[in-house]
């Protein structure tokens, strides 16, 4: 899991800090792409019939 701080497209704080589940391996400080309220189910499915709990999970990570 990570702290995630939202930003605006302006890369400045918008919102508060949120906790996500780390699907790909992210790094504190690197600028991530993250998923919110049932989609957030999907990116933990591991199964058909199991599928994880969450609120947020990170899905990837922008570089450039």
């Known amino acids: 899991m990570l702290l995630v701080q939202p930003l605006n497209s302006d890369r400045e704080p918008a919102g ?5 589940v780390d699907t790909v391996g992210a790094g504190v ?13 999907i990116a933990m ?5 199991h599928l994880t709990p969450c609120d947020a999970a990170i899905v990837g990570i922008v570089e450039g």
């Open 16 to 20: 508060a800090p949120l906790a996500a």
């Open 29 to 41: 400080g690197e600028l991530i792409f993250y998923i919110t309220a049932k989609e957030a189910i």
């Open 45 to 49: 499915h591991r199964t058909p019939d």
